[in-house]
């Protein structure tokens, strides 16, 4: 049988491995939502120079 402190230790042993999963994951997320960011940004950019373009008037 496990003793109270072994207990304890084991619980606190998967909460830590919990954190580095969790950690990891955190960071891939962070990498694809900068990669969509960007190119929300670049539509974003692209749609105000088309608009700015078709303002213009015709010469």
Request: proline fraction near 2%; aromatic fraction near 2%.
């Amino acid at each position: 049988m496990l003793s109270t402190l072994g207990l304890l230790e084991a619980g606190e042993k998967r909460a830590r491995e919990e954190i580095a999963r969790l950690r990891k994951e955190a960071a891939q997320v962070q990498a694809v939502l900068g990669a969509a960011e960007r190119v929300l940004q670049w539509l974003v950019d692209g749609c105000a120079t088309v608009a700015e373009v078709l303002a213009e008037p015709l010469r």
